[in-house]
């Protein structure tokens, strides 16, 4: 063979391998496959809030609580997990028998030989006991107001601890008698997430528990994919779970397109996608918005003045047509959970606490909405908003930034640029945009993600340091709030004309969080809204619609989605469509 034909041979032997890869689609039989972004790797853990959503969503595939929030056609539920509900009697105090025969994971061995799973009883199965609920309540509790769960379990049980099991297997929990619990009051409370008592209380992820799917051992040629397996002692109707790296965001909606994966938990700009308008091969459904656009303000280098007239300039609803390109050709329309059409202004935001939050749909608060015009001589010359696009919402980033830069919108007061990770600490920014994830619409709002988390977008950790006062009460610490410590460059060490309400406000902040009474939950709630607005701290901009996407392969009357429960709450359920 001649070299000149080599020459043209090997490109194409090398050619064909790439095209099978990029177009010719999946096997999706019996697996669940949805992107995740790679840099981005989900770490498990169910009781502290994670720099990405996924992994939020993530712990409904692993974990169960004593019941599990599950979406139906109409609302949301609790079902049994490892407990059954028994009753309460006049005295608040609630019984619950426990499922122990539950197996933890750790009862099987699972192995990979050819990309084929293969699954085991281990030498001895290890079974659920009561054991378990008290070292997570002694987790939870270790970590205070960090949890949801701490916040959820602290305003409702006298304390972190639980009489029995009986002979019945049978556990009772003491409730506070300062309301009049409802049953499904109290599976929310004991829904948090169980761990075995064996593992370790400050681990960075966990791996181990009795949910509907088991993590599989990594396999050398597709490290970077991440597979779970069903629990043999469970009812999950897929075998595979799957989850595929991509480099960001996006190219999800292609990808789904070319078959490259089976679901799509979330749209860029939470809006309908032309890509997947084929009715025949996808069909789509919405729950409750759990994002939220917000640019914060820093308190170093603007005046509250200049904060004030920063919040009357940046019209969010200006922005969020431009970003939906409303009233064009190319609008991005949206649907929600009650199935309303193009619905941007209910999204549209005015306080800390956004519009679909429990505490403005309740009207515990009502935010101000500023109507005066913005009085343009306060503002700085030119006023810097930056952003970082590298940990998810890249598209709606870039847009964003895009749209502040608009002269017709900002008359060229604004610039706006990326910028890395790592140069948020220098706090060389007036405003810094921010997507915040995993906010609930119930009243679990967790207000440390927003004010006392480090500058660092690639890690989640909240500066939280607690002392007591002359009282001997729990507060926070001040001399841990420093400019370096958070977004907005709240100082509380400093002798600042705001200092005084710099520390009311972080008073309030701690108080909001670390109550166990709903009354003074709502109260401080009340406080913030207030204080905050008076301070203008940020901009509040909108919250994000959320949409996703399933290929027609699956049976979409067994998937539900509804309100705030998590996407993947019913992942066991989920089954194939049965051709007719």
């Known amino acids: ?259 490259r994966f089976n679901v799509l938990l979330g749209t860029p700009f939470g809006s309908i996608s032309p890509i997947l308008g084929d009715e025949e091969r996808f069909f789509k459904k919405s729950n409750a918005s759990t994002t939220f656009f917000a640019i914060l303000l820093n308190t170093q280098r603007l005046s509250r003045d200049q904060r004030k007239a920063v919040r009357q300039f940046i019209d969010p609803k200006a922005l969020m047509n431009r970003l939906y390109k409303v009233g064009t050709e190319q609008q991005r329309h ?50 810097r908003i930056v952003a970082v696009a590298n940990y998810g919402y890249r598209e709606e980033y870039y847009e964003l930034v895009d749209a502040l830069n608009d002269e017709k919108l900002f008359f060229n007061k604004i610039k706006a640029t990326v910028i890395q990770n790592e140069d948020i600490a220098q706090g060389h920014y007036d405003g810094i945009l921010i997507a915040f994830t995993g906010y609930k619409s119930n009243f679990l709002f967790d207000l440390y993600d927003i004010f006392l988390r480090t500058p660092d977008l690639a890690t989640y950790r909240i500066n939280l340091k607690l002392t007591r006062n002359k009282k001997n009460e729990e507060v926070l610490d001040p001399t841990s709030i420093t400019a370096a410590s958070n977004f907005s460059r709240l100082d509380a060490t400093a002798g600042s004309p705001e200092q005084k309400d710099v520390l009311k406000y972080l008073e309030y902040l701690h108080g909001f969080m670390a109550t166990r009474e709903i009354g003074d939950k709502q109260a401080y709630a009340g406080f913030i809204d207030e204080l905050e607005h008076e301070m203008a701290l940020g901009v509040w901009l909108f919250s994000l619609p959320t949409l996703a996407y399933f290929n027609t392969q699956f049976d979409q009357n067994t998937i539900h989605l509804y309100g705030v429960a998590s996407q993947l709450s019913t992942i066991e359920k989920w089954k194939e469509r049965i051709e007719e």
């Open 334 to 383: 949206i649907v929600d959970y009650k199935d309303n059409e193009d619905n941007y202004s209910d999204h549209l935001n005015y306080s800390v606490f956004p519009s679909s939050s429990y505490y403005v749909e309740e009207q515990i608060v009502s935010p101000r909405r500023d109507t005066a015009e913005p009085d343009l001589s306060a503002l700085p010359d030119t006023l």
């Open 1 to 259: 063979m001649t070299s000149k034909r080599l020459l043209y041979i090997v490109p194409i032997l090398i050619l064909i391998p790439a095209l099978i890869f990029f177009m010719w689609p999946e096997d999706m039989s019996d697996t669940i496959a949805f992107p995740y972004i790679s840099h981005q790797k989900p770490l498990m853990d169910p009781h502290l809030p994670s720099s990405d959503d996924l992994s939020d969503k993530l712990d409904e595939l692993m974990f169960d609580g004593l019941f599990n929030q599950v979406a139906t056609p109409s609302g949301i539920a609790y079902e049994s997990g490892l407990g059954t509900f028994v009753g309460m009697d006049a005295n608040n105090v609630v019984t619950i028998k426990l499922n122990s025969t539950q197996k933890w994971h750790s009862s099987y061995k699972i192995t990979v030989d050819d990309e084929i799973v293969n699954v085991v009883d281990a030498d001895q199965a290890v079974t659920f006991v009561a054991q378990d609920i008290n070292f997570t309540l002694r987790r939870i509790e270790r970590l205070r107001s960090l949890s949801r769960d701490y916040i959820l379990i602290a305003q409702a049980l006298q304390n972190f601890d639980f009489e029995g099991p009986n002979a019945g297997d049978e556990i009772q929990f003491k409730f506070k008698g300062d309301r009049i619990w409802l049953e499904d009051e109290i599976k929310e409370v004991l829904s948090f997430k169980i761990l075995p008592n064996t593992a370790e209380l400050t681990a960075v992820s966990y791996s181990v528990g009795t949910g509907p799917y088991m993590p599989v051992p990594p396999i050398e040629e597709k490290k970077d994919t991440i597979q779970f397996y069903k629990n043999p002692s469970g009812t999950a109707h897929f075998n595979n779970v799957i989850l595929q790296p991509f480099i960001d965001n996006s190219t999800f909606t292609t990808e789904l397109n070319n078959a």
